[in-house]
């Protein structure tokens, strides 16, 4: 009696672990969004934008026709992303790439986020890059609402959206 209990118990984790498993992959915690997309979804303002421009560009270079001299970005609050915050968009990116590429089983620790441009409400702009797919060295300079933001690795910023 005690082996028909103990084979049917392994019958049914072998039916059932693969399946329990299979849900345990990162998990989506927002979304994500390019600069354009937030801006025209009204996620981000213009003045969002001219900041995060200045904390990407190192100031008012490629904008100097718009930002005064004396232009003061919005304070960065935080000024530093939480560890929290940081593994649910870095999860979210996993989630996202193995959406794309099943075979892959990305997690959050093949993410990382090289710079944190702001809070913005509920969005935050980072750059990141994963050792899952390549660079390039394109420089080149993207613009969103006559804002300009200058770009040389092939990646260029994305806004995290919280759910």
Do not use: H
Request: glycine letters at 8%; aromatic letters at 14%; charged letters at 25%.
């Amino acid at each position: 009696m005690k082996k028909r209990i103990f084979s049917i118990w392994m019958a049914v984790c072998l039916l059932v672990l693969p399946a329990v498993l299979a849900g345990c992959g990162p998990k989506t915690y927002g979304t994500f969004y390019t600069l354009q997309e937030a801006y025209d979804n009204g996620y981000l303002t213009r003045e969002d934008l001219m900041s995060i421009a200045y904390y990407k560009n190192g100031g008012r270079r490629y904008n100097e026709s718009i930002m005064p001299e004396d232009y003061a970005p919005i304070p960065k609050d935080p000024e530093e992303l939480s560890e929290s915050t940081s593994l649910r968009i870095r999860n979210t990116a996993a989630a996202d790439w193995n959406a794309e590429y099943p075979d892959d089983d990305a997690t959050a620790e093949d993410f990382w986020i090289d710079y944190y441009y702001g809070t913005y409400g509920n969005c935050v702009a980072v750059m990141m890059r994963d050792n899952l797919s390549g660079t390039t060295g394109v420089v080149w300079i993207g613009i969103v609402a006559d804002v300009s933001f200058s770009y040389n690795s092939g990646k260029e910023i994305r806004v995290w959206r919280a759910k």
